[in-house]
Structure formats: C-alpha cells, structure tokens
C-alpha cells in the first residue's frame, strides 16, 4: 500500500513561520542600524567640528587677553571688544575661565554642554589672574584692571 501524502497545511505553516522569523530578525537589524548610523555618522563628526570650532574660539579669545595684557598701562583700566560667533551649528555656547584653576595652569573652557575645549592662557597666567564668563551672542568686553578686580 502507498501512503498518501498529507496535505494538512503544515507547508504553509512553516513557510510562515519562516517569514515571521526572517521578518523580524530584520527589522531587528534594521532598527540597531538607524541607532548605529546615527551616532557614527552623524554625531559624531558633529561633534569633532563643535570641538575644533571652540579650540578656535578659546585660541582667539586666550590671543585677545595676552594682547591686552601687553598693552595695558601700568596704572589704569583699558577695554576691548570681541566678537565671538553667536552659534557654533546652531547651537548656543559659553566661555569661562576655570574657577579652580591658578597661576600659570589657569585655563578657558567653552562648552556647550556636551562638547568641551579647554585651552590654556598662554604666557600670563603666572602673573595675573584672569576671571570671567560670557556667551558667544553680541560684542565682548575684555577689561584690564591695573589695581585689580
């Protein structure tokens, strides 16, 4: 006697099983993509930029304190103005001076937050003290003080 073969829908079950199964796994790598290209591809080069625009910004500012530093007269006040760019890839910034930093080690940080550059202030900061903060929007007003803060 020959067997007949069982035509039940078990062919077609499995081929489901198969799909779901096959589906799903890539939407699981599909998902773990978008999450990885974004990182990778996006902030993280973002990211270097924002960095390397405040080790522009830090530099130009530590520049205009050391200028001031040599003008300055030996008895009284003299200002300058600094235009910093507003945003760096639109997002917004500020500038200080390390509050636990002295001596020759004082240092700018400009951050955002997220991103961080700190610079020293070269060749005064064993003699004087720089104090401060700002944003970049508007014109900035570096001061020297012959007599002090």
Do not use: C, W
């Amino acid at each position: 006697m020959s067997r007949k073969r069982n035509d039940t829908g078990d062919d077609a079950v499995s081929s489901m099983v198969d799909y779901t199964i096959i589906t799903g796994v890539m939407v699981t790598l599909m998902v773990v993509m978008l999450i990885v290209t974004n990182a990778v591809f996006l902030e993280g080069p973002a990211n270097t930029v924002k960095y390397h625009s405040y080790v522009d910004i830090g530099n130009g500012v530590s520049v205009r304190i050391v200028d001031l530093y040599v003008i300055a007269p030996v008895n009284g006040i003299i200002y300058t103005k600094i235009d910093l760019p507003d945003d760096v890839m639109g997002e917004d910034y500020s500038v200080k001076m390390d509050p636990f930093s002295e001596g020759a080690a004082q240092r700018i940080i400009i951050t955002d937050g997220q991103v961080e550059s700190v610079i020293a202030i070269g060749g005064i900061g064993a003699t004087k003290g720089v104090i401060g903060n700002t944003t970049g929007s508007g014109l900035n007003v570096i001061s020297y003080k012959s007599e002090g803060v």
